[in-house]
């Protein structure tokens, strides 16, 4: 089977979906060659993530990543967020096709754009380093 059986459970019942009104921080991100979108929401409270929403205007391996990414991240510190990567959400996945690796690819930088977000809010100092390849994939 192309997509395994985790894949298809979060592709079918995907967890944290939808926006969230009172959000600390949002993150988006699009991907450039397919054009899919994903819109992460966060609620912070003491460097602590203690909700997380996810959009998204993408395919199912996008939809099934995020739902994976999201549930990694809920309840974990900021730092955890930030070291979450796309091959962790894949591996929790049980693996995706080759070239529906960048899909998760969406989840990771959607996450780490919402964190700066929250980081510019409130004058947090951070390494700038970090959010490389964000700037390079942020939609607008
Ligand atoms: Fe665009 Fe999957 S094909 S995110």
């Known amino acids: 089977m192309l997509y395994s059986e985790v894949v298809m459970d979060h592709f079918m019942n995907p967890r944290n ?4 009104d009172d959000a600390d921080a949002v993150g988006e991100v699009g991907n450039a060659k397919c054009g899919d979108i994903m819109r ?20 199912g391996s996008a939809i099934a990543s995020s739902s994976m990414a999201t549930e990694m991240i809920k309840g974990k510190p900021l730092s955890d967020a930030l070291n979450l990567t796309n091959k962790a959400v894949t591996e929790a996945l049980d ?10 690819v969406l ?16 004058g947090i100092e951070y390494d700038k380093a970090m959010f490389k390849e964000v700037d390079h994939e942020h939609a607008h």
């Open 95 to 104: 693996g995706l096709p080759a070239h529906k690796i960048h899909c998760s």
């Open 40 to 59: 992460i929401y966060l609620k912070i409270n003491n460097d602590i993530i203690e909700d997380v929403k996810f959009e998204t205007f993408g395919c």
């Open 17 to 20: 979906v939808g926006t969230m």
């Open 107 to 122: 989840a990771e930088g959607a996450i780490k754009a919402a964190i700066k977000d929250y980081y510019d809010k409130n």
